[in-house]
Nanobody
Framework: QVQLVESGGGLVQAGGSLRLSCAASGAFYSINDMGWYRQVPGKERELVAT???????KSADSVKGRFTISRDNAKNTVLLQMNSLKPEDTAVYYCNAVIIKGFFSAPANYWGQGTQVTVSS
């Protein structure tokens, strides 16, 4: 019933920018951590950036200074602003959220379906 809806992926030239957005919808009690991960075919899914409910952030060294994660708790949304994109940023980007579905429910990971980001050289 809970869904993460992503938008903003696409094709961009090296040095360009994209902004990814992910909104949680459905019935749930609370959203804790949110984040973005990416995956290249044949490789393990890797963390890009995460953000807590109190807006504490972490990001991978490979994107520091270029990507910025933020969230809007009123809209149940997490954003990823991607600047100075490089060809090696090409991947499927997945939204992640730790959600408590009900008052007595345990936290659980939810994933978006992924959005393709392609950076041309």
């Amino acid at each position: 019933q809970v869904q993460l809806v992503e938008s903003g992926g696409g094709l961009v030239q090296a040095g360009g920018s994209l902004r990814l957005s992910c909104a949680a919808s459905g019935a749930f009690y609370s959203i804790n951590d949110m984040g973005w991960y990416r995956q290249v075919p044949g490789k393990e899914r890797e963390l890009v950036a995460t953000i807590t409910k109190n807006s504490n952030t972490k990001s991978a060294d490979s994107v520091k200074g270029r990507f910025t994660i933020s969230r809007d708790n009123a809209k149940n949304t997490v954003l990823l602003q991607m600047n100075s994109l490089k060809p090696e940023d090409t991947a499927v980007y997945y939204c992640n959220a730790v959600i408590i579905k009900g008052f007595f429910s345990a936290p659980a990971n939810y994933w978006g379906q992924g959005t393709q980001v392609t950076v041309s050289s």
